[in-house]
Each structure stands twice: as structure tokens, then as C-alpha cells.
């Protein structure tokens, strides 16, 4: 990869960014090199290293694999169970099994939704009261 060197003449003053030598367009200081790299050099054609996965002749070294069928999995699942169990990682208070359906979990539940008192047009909602008290006005 040959080092592109920024030119300070390619800098346009009224827009402090600097203007490609090779299609006139503008980039930042910082982003010209890449620009002149990927478009005009060396980086033609490149796509980021995920031609591979793409084409399907790369996939990532655990893909497919469990731990019933592969020992680096199963080495993994083991140590994440016994982080679990040794307090060193923690789950999320909703992932834990002791949450989910706890009387903790029951009381937060019913602080969120449920009756709204005078919402919706059903019979106890508001519109239906208000068309009711006009009624016996007028
Ligand atoms: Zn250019």
C-alpha cells in the first residue's frame, strides 16, 4: 500500500476541505487519503475482506458447530456457565431465571399498562361522556 501524501494546495480555503486531483471531489483532511487510495490507488476493488463470505468460500470458525459437536464450543459454554454461576458474569435482570415470574417481576408488570380509566371510546371512555352530557343539556 503506497502512502498517499495530502497536498495543502488541493485545499479549497472557502470550504476548508481538500479537493481531489483526480475527480474534483471534496473530502475532509482526514478522509482525501482514503478517498485518492480506494478510488485512484491501490484500493480499487476492495471491498471491505468480505468477498469471502459472500462468495461462501469463507465462514467464521464456529459456524455450524455446537458444543455436543465441537470441544472449543463446549470449552466456552462451560466457562460462560461457570461465570454465570460464580456471580462473574451477569445476566441482565430480565434474562435470570429467578426473575421470570417472581412476585419482583409480578409487581413491575402490573405498574405497566392495564386499565386506563376514561381512555378509549368504550362505554366508561370519555367521548361517550361528553356526548352523553350534551345530550341532557341541550
Ligand atoms: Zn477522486
Redesign the pocket.
Known sequence: MSIIKVQEDWLNVKTSKYV??????EYTKNGIGT??WR??GDGIGWTGNNDGYKKGTRKAWNKDLTKETDERVLKNAQSHSDNIKSGKTQLSGYCSKNYLGSKEHKENSAKGGGFREGAGRGKKGKKEKITHNLELCG
Not at 20 to 25: E, G, S, T, W
Request: glycine residues 0%; proline residues 10%.
Open positions: 481531489c486531483p483526480y475527480c474534483d471531489k478517498h485518492i478510488m485512484h
